[in-house]
DNA sequence: GTCCAGGTTTTTA
DNA sequence: TAAAAACATGGA
């Protein structure tokens, strides 16, 4: 990898297994979209970016100090992580999460702000990607700080702990309402603190995390695999229960190793694009259809 | 009108 | 203890 200043702009040359689109829309994170000329443009926590991967092989990262790129986005992006390594070695486990990884192996893990990934994650819970990011979207607009490019913060949970139900009625989030409030007090009061948890015991940090009211294994996992980089951490939401039943029977997460929660980000994208791979998926859609 | 969406909590048997 | 039902909202 080979990282130049050209203008105002950071270039990153020889670059490999990395795709801009399949890992902003992986469903892991909710404030980037994809603009017309082909680049992406969103907010991490507190910083606005536009970048775009002209080939295989490069990005631009629009308006950014070499600084902002060594301290913000080279960590976000996961750039210095062997996923060459890592794919090889899941791709040896199984025939179908080898599959799994060749077909989008660009995919990358993000180093999420933990705040932002707990909150997005509790927000998701029965619900879909396009309205997640929609009330993500609102929730930053009413509460977050306005920035100097324009756009603004995700809310630090001190923005949120002294709202009620009523404040939070413009986000449209329905019973969610509750749960964001209490994740905001628990986090801002230190009840629970997420920075601890980037080197506690897993078992001890699934617990803690699922203090928080609406938060249960499946959002816990989350908050641990893209907010915490714990690589081993594994949500298994609707899909993945899917994905382990038909393509991975008689096989159990602890098969995947240290790295599991890469494999399930694989697994999830593959599974997410083939629908038609689960037979209990198209039985309903027939039912729809007939 | 019905079903579903990157689940969790509450209620019921 | 385990299985249903309820929980808001909006698109298909």
Same mark, same amino acid.
């Given at each position: ?53 002209? *080939? ?45 990884? =060749?077909? =989008? ?11 932002? =990934? ?84 897993? *078992? ?18 989350? =908050? ?67």
């Amino acid at each position: 990898m080979r990282v130049s200043i050209e203008q105002s702009n950071i270039r990153v040359e020889e670059l490999t297994d990395f795709s801009l689109r399949d890992t902003l829309d992986c469903g892991q994170c909710f404030r980037f979209d994809e603009q017309p000329d082909g680049s992406f443009a969103g907010f991490a926590g507190d910083k606005f970016l536009r970048v775009w991967q002209p *080939e295989e092989t490069s990005l631009l990262f629009y308006d950014t100090t070499p600084k902002v790129f060594e301290t913000v986005w080279r960590r976000y992006f996961d750039l210095d992580f062997d996923y060459p390594g890592v794919k090889a070695a899941l791709s040896k486990l199984h025939p179908a999460l080898c599959d799994a990884c =060749a077909f =989008a192996p660009g995919i990358r893990i993000l180093n999420q702000d933990p705040w932002e =990934a707990l909150c997005t994650f509790i927000l998701s819970q029965n619900n879909n990607i396009k309205r997640i990011k929609g009330i993500v979207a609102r929730l930053c607009e009413a509460f977050g700080e306005p920035l100097p490019g324009g756009g603004r913060a995700f809310p630090r949970p001190e923005a949120l702990s002294n709202l009620c139900k009523e404040d939070l009625a413009p986000l449209r989030c329905g019973f969610r309402d509750a749960y964001l409030l209490d994740a905001a007090q628990k986090v801002s009061s230190g009840e629970v603190s997420l920075q601890t948890l980037t080197d506690a015991p897993l *078992e001890e940090a699934r617990a803690r995390l699922q203090a928080i009211r609406g938060v249960g294994p499946k959002v816990a996992e989350c =908050a641990l695999l893209y907010g915490l980089h714990r690589l081993s951490a594994f949500p298994m939401d609707v899909w993945m229960k899917r994905a382990m039943e038909t393509l991975f029977p008689g096989v159990s997460v602890s098969d995947f190793g240290e790295y599991a929660g890469v494999a399930q980000q694989y697994i999830f994208h593959y599974s997410r694009l083939h629908p038609g791979l689960f037979p209990e998926k198209t039985e309903q859609k027939k039912r729809k259809a007939g």
